[in-house]
């Protein structure tokens, strides 16, 4: 399930690639440095160990301009378009998942605890110009879908209550994300 | 037919997501969707299509889509065929 993946050197095989941690197939952190990934893959064993548990959320926590928001486009730290949002001033919690409290706040141990002013989630619009809103339960539903394990009724009902008036939205073109976010969406 | 009591239903603004505690299964349910279920909830299967007859005789595209979203749903775990 977990795996962290580390390519010896080499001499004539060009660049190596970055120390990845991996869940399953899919890459989750990379970096240069070894001890840092394989932090994550133990951050990433309790998040799983925990979820049967507690409301652990496969969603980072992210700012821009003051504001803060859950990045759930994908997890993967290295990502080109997370990448490009952070050239474009967004900036992103170490952390790769978050606990839903009890108090409808998420929580992370890099981003202390937060209500989130926005949330990023994928975008299937064609095209570059369209900013995508999500609400409801249909929100709600996307949400859910980044929970490791599943949640119990209870916890189903107070996120769709917390997500009310949180704005979601996603975009094919980070440019365009970036500037509805800064448009105040 | 009548709807699933393992299913916790949360509405949400005319939509709503399902969540079988059975299977762990969650579901998204579009407007048409959630009314359905609910209208089955609260009236249970015949009166539910009594309900949807009358409030929405002229609606002819939903009313076409009724038995595939039965079945869907029967599928799904939403609703039980008994």
């Given amino acids: 399930m977990f795996s962290l993946v580390i390519e010896a050197h080499q001499p004539g095989r060009g660049r190596r690639r970055l120390p990845t941690f991996y869940f399953g197939n899919s890459p989750i952190f990379a970096s240069r440095d070894a001890d840092l990934v394989a932090s994550h893959l133990g951050a990433g064993v309790r998040a799983v160990a925990t979820a049967p548990h507690e409301p652990i959320y496969a969603l980072t926590a992210c700012t821009i301009d003051g504001r803060t928001g859950l990045y759930g486009r994908e997890m993967f730290n290295r990502a080109p378009y997370r990448r490009r949002l952070e050239r474009l001033g967004m900036r992103f919690a170490d952390d790769s998942y978050v606990r839903f409290r009890r108090d409808g706040r998420f929580a992370s141990g890099s981003s202390g605890s937060f209500s989130p002013d926005f949330i990023v989630l994928a975008s299937s619009s064609e095209g570059h110009e369209h900013v995508v809103d999500a609400s409801g339960a249909s929100l709600a539903f996307s949400v859910v879908a980044a929970r490791l394990g599943r949640p119990d009724a209870r916890e189903l009902g107070h996120l769709s209550t917390v997500l009310e008036g949180v704005t979601a939205l996603g975009a094919p073109s980070p440019t365009v994300l970036i500037d509805a976010l800064r448009a105040g969406r | ?82």
């Fill in chain 2, 1 to 82: 037919m009548r709807a699933n009591p393992q299913v916790h239903v949360e509405w949400i603004e005319g939509e709503a997501v399902a969540l079988d505690s059975k299977t762990s299964q969650l579901h998204y349910l579009n407007g048409p969707a959630a009314l359905v279920l609910a209208l089955v909830t609260e009236y249970g299967y015949d009166q539910a299509l009594e309900e949807l007859g009358r409030s929405h005789a002229d609606a002819q595209g939903m009313n076409e889509d009724l038995p595939a979203l039965f079945t869907d749903m029967l599928e799904r775990g939403l609703l039980l065929d008994e």
